[in-house]
């Protein structure tokens, strides 16, 4: 059994939003813990050691991602590759189209804390 909370809390005078995740595993059994990020596919994605940016394309705002804990691993995906679907959205009944994921794993665990920090940069 596994228990996931989650808490939001929303900074309107900073532009931010802080994202409180809590996943316990009940039976202490340690498993792998992947937190998805889905994004439109016209941003564009970078990560760095400490920080993500994600950017549009269409304008000059700007969304950077910290987290209070680091991943085992950080790996984005796009779309279906080798039929297997990564990221895909869907606005009409059997059509889809692609988009991106940015996944957090963490292995071993059986219990995660994390915060995420989304800081917003309008232009």
């Given at each position: 059994d596994i228990r996931h909370s989650r808490k939001i809390e929303i900074d309107i005078l900073n532009l931010g939003i802080k994202v409180e995740d809590n996943v316990t595993?009940?039976?202490?059994?340690?498993?792998?813990?992947?937190?998805?990020?889905?994004?439109?596919?016209?941003k564009e994605i970078e990560i760095f050691e400490d920080l993500?940016?994600?950017?549009?394309?269409?304008?000059s705002n700007v969304m950077k991602l910290s987290l209070s804990k680091e991943p085992d691993l950080i790996e984005m995906r796009k779309g279906v590759k080798d039929n297997t679907v990564h990221s895909v959205v869907s606005h009409i009944a059997n059509t889809?189209?692609?988009?991106?994921?940015?996944?957090?794993?963490f292995n071993d665990m059986n219990n995660v804390d994390l915060k995420t920090f989304i800081q917003f940069e309008l232009f």
């Open positions: 595993c009940l039976d202490d059994a340690k498993r792998t813990v992947t937190f998805l990020l889905h994004i439109p596919i016209d993500i940016k994600i950017s549009s394309s269409k304008n889809y189209e692609d988009s991106q994921v940015i996944k957090f794993v």
